[in-house]
């Protein structure tokens, strides 16, 4: 069965520094989503993308956040300088149609020190 | 405004009992989707049900049913017959017209042997 992928599974940094979190999206999917999840909180929506742009972001969603599909599988979120409060999972998800079911990556666990 | 509230944090039951899982929710929109997701000791999100809000009829999937009821803004999930594996913690979601998704605060679960 088709999944959605995450690299890494975990990543530590330092403050100031740039990470890059990987997804491959399911493969015939069209819509592609970040969320995180702060340890013992609740799942939030950082931005959803199609067709090579963003379609909607939400406040946690700053300047220090980029989004990127570099190519036709991956799917990155680059966080510009990293902060103590970014620490958190991150999760990838894909649909295939518009307000279709999201499936979810495993997750990418970031701590930054 | 969208929200979901799950009121129950934690539940604690000995295995074989039945439980119900409680999520209300806010929205202005009439067409819009309601989730359940399971989040396992292993953190990944594991996609359960999605319901549209012109089907308000309810689901069975083998020990697993969902009660929607748009009258009292609920979605609610009952377990039968509650196993070990049952343990996690689950997420109730709304998603409006457009396509972020919402997630309650989660009610985690825990089946005693």
């Known amino acids: 069965e088709p999944e959605v992928t995450q690299t890494p599974s975990h990543q530590v940094t330092q403050m100031g520094q740039e990470v890059i979190l990987r997804c491959v999206p399911i493969s015939n999917h069209l819509y592609f989503y970040w969320y995180r999840q702060i340890l013992g909180q609740k799942v939030e929506f950082l931005v959803s993308?199609?067709?090579?742009?963003?379609?909607?972001k939400s406040e946690i969603f700053d300047d220090q956040f980029s989004v990127e599909r570099p190519d036709g599988s991956n799917f990155t979120l680059k966080i510009r300088s990293t902060k103590l409060e970014d620490s958190a999972m991150y999760f990838c998800?894909?649909?295939?149609?518009?307000?279709?079911?999201?499936?979810f990556g495993p997750g990418t666990r970031l701590l930054v020190l | 405004a969208q929200k979901v509230t799950q009121a129950q944090t934690e539940i604690s039951v000995v295995e074989k009992e039945d439980v119900t899982l409680d999520c209300v929710y806010e929205t202005r929109d009439t067409t819009y989707y309601l989730f359940w997701y399971k989040q396992p000791p292993s953190g990944e999100l594991v996609f359960l049900i999605r319901?549209?809000?012109?089907?308000?009829q309810n689901e069975i999937s083998g020990r697993y049913s969902w009660n929607f009821q748009k009258s009292t803004s609920s979605f609610n999930f009952t377990i039968t017959a509650s196993q070990v594996v049952d343990s996690a913690v689950y997420f109730c979601a709304l998603s409006k017209g457009y396509n972020d998704m919402r997630f309650g605060a989660g009610t985690r679960l825990t089946v005693k042997p």
């Open positions: 319901r549209n809000s012109f089907d308000e």
């Open positions: 993308f199609y067709n090579n742009e963003i379609s909607e």
């Open positions: 998800a894909s649909s295939e149609l518009y307000q279709e079911t999201q499936y």
